[in-house]
C-alpha cells in the first residue's frame, strides 16, 4: 500500500495534467535558446509550487521536474 502523501501527490499530478490538457496554453514559456525546446512551457504541480510539469503543446512527452534539481541541463540534455 502506497503512503497517503504518495497518493496525495499523484492525485495532484493528475488533477494538473488534466487541466493543462483543457488548457495547454495556461503555462509560461520556458525561456531558453535551444531551438528544440521553444515550444516547451511549464505549470506546477497542484499545491507544490516547486514540482513543474514541463510539456510542449505539439507533442505528447512531458517532464515532471523538482526545482532544486538542475532542470536547465536535464532539459537541454533531452
Known amino acids: 500500500m502506497l503512503p497517503r ?3 496525495r501527490f499523484g492525485e495532484a499530478v493528475r488533477r494538473t495534467i488534466q487541466s493543462l490538457i483543457q488548457n495547454p496554453h495556461v503555462g509560461p514559456r520556458y525561456s531558453t535558446w535551444n531551438p528544440q525546446l521553444l515550444n516547451l512551457r511549464s505549470w506546477p ?3 507544490s509550487e516547486a514540482i513543474r510539469i ?3 503543446l505539439d507533442e505528447d512527452a512531458l517532464r515532471i ?6 532542470v536547465r541541463r536535464i532539459l537541454q540534455s533531452e
Not at 521536474?65 to 538542475?70: S, T
Open 5 to 7: 502523501f504518495a497518493v
Open 45 to 47: 504541480v497542484a499545491g
Open 54 to 56: 514541463y510539456y510542449a
Open 65 to 70: 521536474l523538482h526545482g532544486k534539481r538542475d
